[in-house]
C-alpha cells in the first residue's frame, strides 16, 4: 500500500482546508484508512478514520463537528475536510492504512504511512 497526502499550506484561524491521501496497491481496499497529526513537540495523535465503504467513520474529540473525513472508492482517495481552523491544528498531518480501525489506541500496529503534509493555523 502506498499512500500519496497532499493539500498542506498556509491558512487563517476560522478558515478552511481540504486534504487529500491518494492510495494505491492491491490490498489497499482491504484496509481502513485514517488520518493522523503530528505537532512540534508533541506525540502523533489520531484524527479520524473511515471505511471505504464510507459508512462507518470515527473522530477525535478535539475535532469534531470542525472535521469531516470522505472518501472517493472509485478513485482510492481520502479526504479530510477542516473547518473552523484553530492554531492548536497546526501540525503535520499523516495518511495511513490500518487492517483494523486507525485509532490513538492502533498507533504503534499502524503499518502504512503517507509521507505527511504540512500546514500551519495562523491566528
Known amino acids: 500500500v502506498q499512500l500519496q497526502a497532499s493539500g498542506g499550506g498556509l491558512v487563517q484561524a476560522g478558515g478552511s482546508l481540504k486534504l487529500s491521501c491518494a492510495a494505491s496497491g492491491r490490498t489497499v481496499l482491504r484496509h481502513v484508512m485514517g488520518w493522523f497529526r503530528q505537532a512540534p513537540g508533541k506525540d502523533r495523535e489520531f484524527v479520524a478514520s473511515i471505511r471505504w465503504s464510507g459508512d462507518s467513520w470515527s473522530y477525535a474529540d478535539a475535532v469534531k463537528g470542525r472535521f469531516t473525513i470522505s472518501v472517493n472508492s472509485a478513485k482510492n482517495t481520502v479526504f479530510l475536510q477542516m473547518n473552523n481552523l484553530k492554531p492548536e491544528d497546526t501540525a503535520v498531518y499523516y495518511c495511513?492504512?490500518?487492517?483494523?480501525?486507525?485509532?490513538?489506541?492502533?498507533?504503534?500496529?499502524?503499518?502504512?504511512w503517507g509521507q505527511g503534509t504540512q500546514f500551519t493555523v495562523s491566528s
Open positions: 495511513a492504512a490500518d487492517s483494523y480501525s486507525p485509532s490513538q489506541q492502533r498507533l504503534r500496529y499502524i503499518h502504512y
